[in-house]
């Protein structure tokens, strides 16, 4: 399969304070003037610059055809990457090398003019990428039509609300047949169901075989639709590798609440004289610890506890919330095994599965505990916001999602049984 970008060392340099590059205007001038006695006094010296690299060495080849999710926190240089690819901005080292015509959409403000009109920024924007007016006319019905926006055509961008501008500007950089495609951020600003109409296109543009790299902080929308993604932190990519993998290196080093949490001193673990919470984890059906977990499959919460003191019968208890707060299930160890049993001292280990298809995709949280409730009901050990995970759906596989690529609502998503019948099978 051919490349459609290559990067090679990649670096940018950005020098803060200090006095900046580049002609002021007049009125900047003047306010230089008026203003330098009051920074002198306030400041007492001249200000240092200080240099930030917001990429070090970026080595990238992306295929063509290929939909790559790029993923990490904020300031990690996600945006300035776009903006070199896109020839937005230069890098201070190295070199990227792209193949095609690059449609962008980056941050609000990116590539429109605010004293133009909607309908003069859709051609001037078909114009930078090198298209003719009669390509641009024949596709400024569709423009229009996706971005809901005819009304306002004739007014210029600078009286547009956010979520205007983000409709005009995907609808331009998704209709002017780039072969490359550079998404910033375009599911965070705009209503459901544009949001909805973006997911579309994008599943539409990737079936022509074209390419995408998408930024997003949407965990869910890069696990269900790119092929690839990469982590970068600091400025370096960190993670390359299968969306799943890439969101739970992220996600794992993004939470205060991990996929593990251990107490190697026993006497600060959780608990009492009868029993001490050691260690809960989150692991995947191959018993590996993990922080995404596939909706179609088992999710284990493990928990390792040391029993001190014989003659109690004791039952662990998992309970799960959402983000949001709400309780999902709680969940007590009934087996027939341990259950009115008393436990000798030693080290236990206790896993509840969750089964596949049952969770929605998103974050959840564990709380657990071990009780007593023979003969009565004895709180011995409790750690609440214990562990977390997030449940991951991809459009692969035989998910409750089936064709659906937007987000779904609710807080179960189960794999029902459908009957279908034609009217004459039922007479």
């Given at each position: 399969m051919s490349l459609a970008i290559k990067s090679e060392n990649i670096s940018k340099r950005y020098r803060l304070g200090g006095l900046r590059p580049g002609h002021a205007t007049f009125r900047e001038s003047i306010a230089s003037v008026i203003t330098a006695p009051f920074r002198?006094?306030?400041?007492?010296?001249?200000?240092?610059?200080?240099?930030?690299?917001?990429?070090?060495?970026?080595?990238?080849?992306?295929?063509?055809?290929?939909?790559?999710?790029?993923?990490?926190?904020?300031?990690?240089?996600?945006?300035?990457?776009?903006?070199?690819?896109?020839?937005?901005?230069?890098?201070?080292?190295?070199q990227a090398v792209v193949y095609g015509r690059v449609g962008s959409m980056l941050e609000?403000?990116?590539?429109?003019?605010?004293?133009?009109?909607?309908?003069?920024?859709?051609?001037?924007?078909?114009?930078?990428?090198?298209?003719?007016?009669?390509?641009?006319?024949?596709?400024?019905?569709?423009?229009?039509?996706?971005?809901?926006?005819?009304?306002?055509?004739?007014?210029?961008?600078?009286?547009y609300s956010s979520g205007m501008y983000v409709r005009l500007a995907f609808a331009v950089a998704a209709h002017l047949e780039p072969e490359i495609l550079m998404m910033d951020e375009v599911l965070a600003v705009g209503d459901a169901s544009f949001q909805q109409k973006c997911l579309d296109k994008m599943h539409e543009i990737r079936q022509e075989g074209r390419t995408i790299l998408f930024v997003s902080h949407d965990m869910a929308a890069v696990t269900r639709l790119c092929h690839r993604a990469v982590l970068l932190e600091h400025g370096r990519i960190t993670a390359d590798a299968s969306p799943r993998e890439v969101v739970s290196q992220y996600l794992s080093s993004s939470w205060t609440t991990d996929a593990v949490r251990e107490w190697p001193d026993r006497e600060a673990a959780p608990g009492d004289d009868v029993v001490r919470i050691r260690r809960v984890r989150v692991c995947a059906e191959d018993g590996q610890t993990s922080a995404a977990v596939d909706i179609r499959k088992p999710a284990g919460i493990e928990i390792l506890y040391d029993v001190l003191e014989e003659g109690h019968v004791l039952a662990p208890v998992v309970e799960i919330f959402?983000?949001?707060?709400?309780?999902?299930?709680?969940?007590?160890?009934?087996?027939?095994?341990?259950?009115?049993?008393?436990?000798?001292?030693?080290?236990?280990?206790?896993?509840?599965?969750?089964?596949?298809?049952?969770?929605?995709?998103?974050?959840?949280?564990?709380?657990?505990?071990?009780?007593?409730?023979?003969?009565?009901?004895?709180?011995?050990?409790?750690?609440?916001?214990?562990?977390?995970?997030?449940?991951?759906?991809?459009?692969?596989g035989d998910s409750a999602r089936g064709d659906y690529i937007g987000p779904m609502p609710g807080i179960v998503r189960p794999l029902l049984q459908w009957t279908t019948e034609t009217e004459e099978e039922n007479k």
């Open positions: 002198r006094i306030r400041d007492g010296a001249k200000p240092e610059s200080q240099t930030l690299w917001a990429l070090r060495d970026i080595n990238l080849e992306v295929k063509a055809g290929e939909l790559l999710g790029i993923i990490g926190h904020n300031g990690a240089g996600k945006s300035t990457l776009l903006k070199i690819l896109s020839r937005v901005v230069k890098p201070t080292t190295g609000i403000g990116t590539g429109f003019h605010e004293e133009l009109t909607g309908r003069e920024n859709i051609f001037m924007s078909g114009a930078i990428l090198g298209m003719t007016r009669a390509e641009i006319e024949r596709k400024f019905d569709e423009i229009v039509e996706f971005s809901e926006l005819a009304q306002f055509l004739e007014t210029p961008l600078k009286w959402n983000e949001e707060g709400a309780q999902i299930f709680s969940s007590h160890d009934t087996h027939s095994d341990w259950r009115r049993r008393p436990r000798a001292p030693g080290s236990f280990k206790s896993t509840v599965w969750i089964p596949g298809n049952l969770l929605a995709e998103g974050i959840f949280i564990a709380h657990v505990s071990l009780m007593s409730h023979h003969p009565r009901t004895l709180l011995h050990a409790q750690e609440r916001n214990v562990v977390a995970f997030h449940v991951v759906d991809s459009q692969s």
